[in-house]
């Protein structure tokens, strides 16, 4: 992390876990343990759980954000959100283009691009989803694939609208799976990102965005990771459902 050049951020996506009820449980654990913090503290939480999650943190550190919009405003798309519908509940953030999404429903990396412009143009701060397959890592073609992902999910997105972009590496064969890239090998793709932000918008505004780690990130490994002069954050999993775990975790980015 370099907190003077920018927001160190951790995000929680809880996937599909959680019913509203058991949403405020958590919630309330999670307030005391995490007020005190030194980087920002974001919850995204299934749809059901996004009136629950904002009136439990209100007047709370915790932002609250949804784990995917479409991007139109609306029409015929059944069981769609849309950015405008987030915005007017008070959702601040939101994440786009998840490994998951994906992999098991067709995101693209042209969809990823719509659905960021269509957070943007409501005022919402996407979390961009980027990261490999296992197979793509020992073909070694990673960082051109990353690259890639970066510069569509980009295309239209202007130098003033990146002060509100947060990029999330996940590289998939990480994610759930118990395995996790190395702090080195974290550190050295969040630096590829950084280069193509550069070369897209400047090194002032490459400096200033937020890349998370996203590829199962633990109370264990959160401080060797957040150690690393590129990765500015995490998006958590799994340990984001236990508020002890992700308290450490936030606790670790306060440092």
């Known amino acids: 992390m370099n907190k003077s050049l920018r927001k160190a951020v951790i995000a929680g996506n809880w996937k599909m876990n959680k019913t509203p009820a058991e949403a405020k449980v958590l919630i309330s654990e999670l307030k005391e343990k995490v007020k005190d913090a030194n980087c920002d503290v974001v919850i995204c939480v299934p749809y059901v759980d996004l009136q629950v999650a904002l009136e439990e943190t209100k007047g709370t550190n915790i932002k609250v954000g949804a784990q995917n919009c479409h991007f139109e405003k609306s029409g015929a798309f059944t069981a769609e959100v849309s950015p405008i519908m987030l915005k007017e509940m008070g959702v601040e953030y939101v994440i786009i283009g998840h490994s998951e999404r994906r ?17 943007l143009s409501e005022g919402l701060i996407p979390i ?108 958590i999993g799994g340990a984001s459902l236990k508020a002890d775990d992700f308290a450490v975790i936030v606790n670790a980015a306060s440092k």
């Not at 693209?108 to 412009?117: A, F």
Request: proline share 1%; with cysteine; net charge negative.
């Open 103 to 119: 992999t098991y429903f067709g995101e693209t990396d042209v969809t990823v691009n719509k659905r960021t412009l269509a957070a």
């Open 128 to 235: 961009v989803c980027v990261g490999e397959y296992l197979e793509q890592r020992e073909q070694g073609v990673t960082e051109e694939l990353v690259a890639m992902q970066v510069k569509i999910a980009l295309q239209g997105v202007t130098a003033e609208q990146m002060k509100n972009v947060i990029i999330a590496y996940e590289p998939v064969w990480a994610i759930g799976t118990g395995k996790t890239a190395t702090s080195e090998q974290a550190n050295e793709v969040n630096a590829c990102i950084r280069n193509t932000l550069k070369k897209l918008y400047g090194e002032s505004v490459a400096n200033g965005v937020t890349i998370q780690y996203g590829g199962s990130m633990n109370a264990k490994n959160a401080d060797e990771l957040l150690s690393m002069e590129d990765v500015d954050g995490g998006l």
